[in-house]
């Protein structure tokens, strides 16, 4: 059983960074890709960044290109997001997915297992 653990979350002023980690356990994590997606109050969960299982191709949703930055470590069985430039619509709770077969990595419909979420608001 896979089990995907998300930490770091937490209040940040506009402007400033936040770096979000997510552990998985239970499963062959370094064959597999991983995404962030995110949900904010009111709003459907949207897609924010991917990573596939080798760490060498990475892809962003258009309102956080450039401002954030997906990256994994398979030795410790963790993917990371960090966050710059943070603004107060990036505000929400932060979920980290993982996909076990090679489908579009911008829907979340084809990840097969999601974590807990972790809150992250930006406010002054």
């Known amino acids: 059983q896979v089990e995907l653990v998300e930490s770091g979350g937490g209040l940040v002023q506009p402007g400033l960074s936040l770096t979000i980690s997510c552990v998985a356990s239970?499963?062959?994590?370094?064959?597999?890709?991983m995404g962030w997606f995110r949900q904010a109050p009111g709003k459907e969960r949207e897609f924010v960044a991917a990573?596939?299982?080798?760490?060498?191709?990475?892809d962003y949703a258009n309102s956080v290109k450039g401002r954030f930055t997906i990256s994994r470590d398979n030795s410790k069985n963790t993917v990371y997001l960090q966050m710059n430039s943070l603004k107060p619509e990036d505000t929400g709770v932060y979920y980290c997915?993982?996909?076990?077969?090679?489908?579009?990595?911008?829907?979340?419909?084809?990840?097969?297992?999601w974590g807990q979420g972790t809150q992250v608001t930006v406010s002054p």
């Open positions: 239970g499963g062959a994590f370094h064959m597999s890709h």
């Open positions: 997915a993982q996909a076990r077969g090679s489908k579009s990595l911008y829907n979340g419909r084809n990840y097969d297992y």
């Open positions: 990573i596939t299982w080798s760490g060498v191709l990475t």
